[in-house]
């Protein structure tokens, strides 16, 4: 079943254009997903009652240590997506290399394009594009107190203790 829902951008986009073909809404969200936690699966959930599909681009693992730094990411790109797939909430995941997901979100075309609330509207890449293709953006907030940083320096506290 996980396998199913891990698609390669190209297959992303024609599993993606039949469903709109058949009047589902698309909703589309990205990010490192490097160890999965409570935040995360809120935040998905949320993102996935935008719509009728939720698809999210997971940033490869030379994504994430250009964009976090040595020692990241934690998890492998492999298991980070299915880690995700696994998620109710989720209907499609799909690896890019980029530091942005602009040329994924242009191949999905999504009616929704979701991110958290940290970002300011005009931030949030993609954005344009899908406004101006009469889509929405959201700003989902964040869970309190829940972060793959704080969480990272909650096991090195631990483990020196």
């Known amino acids: 079943m996980l396998e199913q829902k891990i698609k390669r951008a190209d297959e992303l986009a024609k599993a993606v254009a039949s469903l709109k073909r058949k009047g589902k809404k698309i909703v589309f969200t990205n990010g490192c997903f490097d160890i999965i936690h409570y935040g995360h699966v809120k935040y998905l959930e949320k993102a996935r009652g935008a719509g009728d599909v939720l698809v999210v681009g997971i940033n490869?693992?030379?994504?994430?240590?250009?964009?976090?730094?040595?020692?990241?990411?934690?998890?492998?790109?492999k298991y980070r997506a299915s880690l995700v797939a696994a998620l109710e909430s989720v209907d499609f995941v799909t690896i890019f290399g980029e530091d942005t997901p602009a040329r994924l979100i242009r191949g999905v075309k999504?009616?929704?394009?979701?991110?958290?609330?940290?970002?300011?509207?005009?931030?949030?890449?993609?954005?344009?594009?899908?406004?101006?293709?009469?889509?929405?953006?959201l700003a989902i907030p964040f869970e309190k107190g829940f972060s793959t940083t704080t969480l990272i320096k909650n096991i090195a506290k631990a483990r020196s203790a």
Do not use: M, N, T
């Open 60 to 77: 490869s693992d030379k994504s994430v240590r250009r964009l976090k730094g040595k020692g990241r990411p934690v998890v492998s790109e």
């Open 110 to 137: 999504p009616d929704v394009l979701v991110k958290g609330a940290d970002w300011k509207p005009e931030q949030i890449v993609g954005a344009d594009f899908v406004l101006a293709s009469g889509g929405k953006v």
